[in-house]
């Protein structure tokens, strides 16, 4: 298992925070706190509310994602991070397309900063190709290869820039595996059972299969969200993957 990992079932569950309002943030962080292990933030919510948001989650003593997916030139990408790692976020993103340096530089702000102010360094995670595109799209923006070999190529990329692991879809789990070892994270969305509905989510894994195929956290939004239960889904969820 990844030192860096998550150490139990629950642990391995991110939910998808994507709601619109902080007081909508807040009524599901009171609801799943406890039963979750971390709660991700993404861009709506943040530009909405801004950064506190972040200290209502860990106020409550929940971890947070910081789901901004910085990609810029390589001194702002780390003074950014360094502002989240400031807010004691468990993990934030950034893209492995802003490049080795842009990637280098923020692992080592990121580290810096928390070692002088004594607080935990968040894990840093980066994106390889948005599940978005296609390989028409890819070519568009210059990128040839077969989006396997890429999202191989942009791992191993990252991990060389000391980056600790990536988002990736259920189908890239294996690649990655392969070209990054077993001590590189991955954070898989995408995963529903088959009785959910599948929303805009293409390629689907139940989180028993997400977890078998070596995932170490499980992205998951909707299928929680829209449950008639959702304290009893995400406790489906966890026995699953026990
Ligand atoms: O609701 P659902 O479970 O589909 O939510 C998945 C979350 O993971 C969303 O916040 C979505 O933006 C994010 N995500 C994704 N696919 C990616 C990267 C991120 O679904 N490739």
Redesign the pocket.
């Known amino acids: 298992m990844n030192p860096l990992g998550p150490t139990s079932p629950k642990d391995r569950i991110i939910f998808?925070l994507?709601v619109e309002h902080f007081h909508e943030a807040q009524h599901w962080v009171n609801l799943l706190k406890g039963h979750v292990g971390i709660f991700?933030v993404?861009k709506q919510l943040f530009t909405h509310s801004g950064p506190k948001i972040i200290d209502m989650i860990t106020q409550k003593g929940q971890k947070v994602f910081l789901?901004l997916k910085y990609h810029d030139i390589p001194n702002t990408v780390a003074k950014a991070g360094e502002e989240a790692t400031k807010h004691q976020v468990a993990m934030f993103n950034l893209h492995a397309l802003g490049g080795f340096e842009m990637m280098r530089k923020t692992v080592e702000a990121s580290r810096a900063i928390a070692k002088h102010l004594e607080i935990p360094r968040p894990l840093i995670l980066a994106?390889t190709i948005?599940?978005s595109m296609d390989e028409e799209t890819l070519k568009e923006v210059g990128v040839q290869g077969p989006i396997p070999e890429e999202v191989g190529r942009l791992a191993s990329l990252a991990q060389k820039a000391g980056v600790d692991g990536v988002?990736a879809?259920p189908q890239e789990i294996g690649i990655i595996r392969e070209r990054c070892g077993k001590n590189f994270l991955i954070v898989t969305?995408?995963?529903r059972h088959p009785s959910d509905k599948k929303?805009d989510?293409r390629r689907t894994l139940t989180p028993k299969e997400a977890i078998e195929a070596g995932a170490d956290y499980l992205?998951?939004?909707?299928?929680i969200?829209e449950a008639k239960d959702p304290i009893e889904t995400v406790q489906k969820i966890v026995e699953d993957i026990s």
């Open positions: 998808a994507d991700k993404g789901d994106v948005l599940t988002i879809s969305p995408g995963i929303d989510q992205v998951i939004g909707r299928p969200k």
